[in-house]
């Protein structure tokens, strides 16, 4: 049986360029229109009428995740039982991930940015701490190297960088192997993208097997990446409740984690950077188009609180009420 294709024809790349042409513009436009006191669902219609109207992209590729505050903690939130309907507050972090499609083709992008437009102390560390892993796994990415080698560089630039910051105490190559890395970003690095958003072919019979460890185990596939894959780029620390917990009780875990100092970060929710790019000959070519470092968000921020945007404010429905 010839193996399941996953490069991506010319053809499909340009489509899926256009996507991510589209929903990087959706995103800036939500950056710029963001204001508390706004509710998720709000900013949610934000992106969908720009995709639709700007881009004449009908559908999105996934469910819209618009979590602010504690909410970006929950990897999946914005479905049904779960609506994007948090009123945004001042001092949020927001991650917004969502893509539109185009053509049955994918996009599928991430953005996480404070609602007031300035990061705090705070919200600054973690986020270029996610943005480090992010470009480091840009920068190494090319036909060849191992996917699951790539998870693992991002597990391990996050841990240094918490190190540094105070978070985590003792010996990097001993929390690597006791999976601390997990804890803080409970999903794979990234996934294909195509026609699905999470697109077919992660694991066959021809390819690495899905590892039992945590963190590895939850990757999409374990390939070695090819020339025309297109992939993405999404790690990400989160703070979740149950998993730090787990960590507590956990004494193989707990003696890496000062304590204090994660317990300011209880309520933070979370923050992920997402970024589909196509591997080239030597490399990547990024496809998302919007702001990524601290200074570039909040410019972009700064200059949308320029504008004066009015939403009437909507009382929602209350057990059917």
């Given at each position: 049986?010839?193996e399941?294709?996953?490069?991506?024809?010319?053809q499909e790349?340009?489509?899926?360029?256009?996507?991510?042409?589209?929903?990087?513009?959706?995103h800036?436009?939500v950056?710029?229109?963001?204001r508390?006191?706004?509710?998720?669902?709000?900013l949610e219609s934000i992106?969908?009428?720009?995709?639709?109207?700007?881009g004449?992209?009908?559908?999105?590729?996934?469910t819209c995740i618009?979590?602010?505050?504690?909410?970006?903690?929950i990897?999946?939130?914005?479905h049904?039982?779960a609506?994007?309907?948090?009123?945004?507050?001042?001092?949020?972090?927001c991650?917004?991930?969502?893509?539109?499609e185009y053509?049955?083709?994918?996009?599928?992008?991430?953005?996480?940015f404070?609602a007031?437009?300035?990061?705090?102390?705070?919200?600054r560390?973690?986020?270029?701490t996610?943005?480090?892993?992010n470009?480091?796994?840009?920068?190494?990415?090319?036909p060849?190297?191992?996917?699951?080698?790539?998870?693992?560089?991002?597990?391990?630039t996050q841990?240094?960088?918490?190190?540094?910051?105070?978070?985590l105490?003792?010996?990097?190559d001993?929390?690597?192997k006791?999976?601390?890395?997990?804890?803080?970003?409970?999903h794979?690095?990234?996934?294909?993208?195509?026609?699905?958003?999470?697109?077919?072919?992660?694991?066959?019979?021809?390819?690495?097997?899905?590892?039992?460890?945590?963190?590895?185990r939850?990757?999409?596939t374990?390939?070695?990446?090819?020339?025309?894959?297109?992939?993405?780029?999404?790690?990400?620390?989160?703070?979740?409740d149950a998993?730090?917990?787990?960590?507590?009780?956990d004494?193989?875990l707990?003696?890496?984690i000062?304590?204090?100092?994660?317990?300011?970060?209880?309520?933070f929710?979370?923050?992920?950077?997402?970024d589909?790019?196509?591997?080239?000959?030597?490399?990547c070519e990024?496809?998302?188009?919007?702001?990524?470092?601290?200074?570039?968000?909040?410019a972009?921020?700064?200059?949308?609180?320029k504008?004066?945007?009015?939403?009437?404010?909507?009382?929602l429905?209350?057990n059917g009420?």
């Amino acid at each position: 049986m010839a193996e399941l294709r996953v490069f991506k024809t010319p053809q499909e790349l340009d489509v899926i360029r256009y996507a991510n042409k589209i929903s990087s513009e959706a995103h800036v436009k939500v950056m710029k229109s963001i204001r508390p006191g706004m509710t998720e669902y709000q900013l949610e219609s934000i992106f969908l009428h720009y995709c639709y109207f700007n881009g004449g992209a009908r559908h999105v590729s996934y469910t819209c995740i618009c979590a602010s505050g504690p909410n970006g903690g929950i990897l999946h939130y914005g479905h049904a039982a779960a609506p994007n309907n948090k009123t945004v507050h001042d001092g949020d972090m927001c991650t917004f991930d969502m893509g539109c499609e185009y053509y049955r083709y994918s996009s599928d992008i991430t953005c996480s940015f404070p609602a007031n437009g300035i990061f705090t102390p705070d919200q600054r560390i973690i986020y270029e701490t996610v943005l480090k892993a992010n470009r480091t796994v840009m920068t190494a990415v090319k036909p060849g190297v191992s996917w699951r080698d790539m998870h693992l560089l991002a597990e391990k630039t996050q841990l240094e960088q918490m190190l540094k910051h105070g978070l985590l105490q003792g010996d990097i190559d001993e929390m690597m192997k006791a999976r601390l890395g997990y804890i803080f970003m409970p999903h794979g690095l990234g996934h294909l993208l195509g026609i699905d958003v999470h697109d077919v072919g992660g694991y066959l019979d021809t390819c690495p097997p899905r590892s039992t460890e945590p963190g590895l185990r939850q990757l999409r596939t374990a390939r070695i990446l090819e020339k025309d894959m297109v992939l993405t780029i999404e790690p990400g620390i989160y703070f979740v409740d149950a998993l730090l917990e787990q960590a507590k009780n956990d004494p193989k875990l707990s003696k890496f984690i000062v304590w204090p100092v994660i317990d300011r970060f209880r309520s933070f929710g979370g923050i992920r950077i997402e970024d589909d790019v196509v591997i080239t000959d030597d490399g990547c070519e990024l496809l998302t188009k919007v702001p990524r470092t601290v200074d570039e968000i909040e410019a972009l921020m700064a200059e949308g609180r320029k504008q004066e945007i009015t939403f009437p404010q909507q009382t929602l429905l209350k057990n059917g009420k």
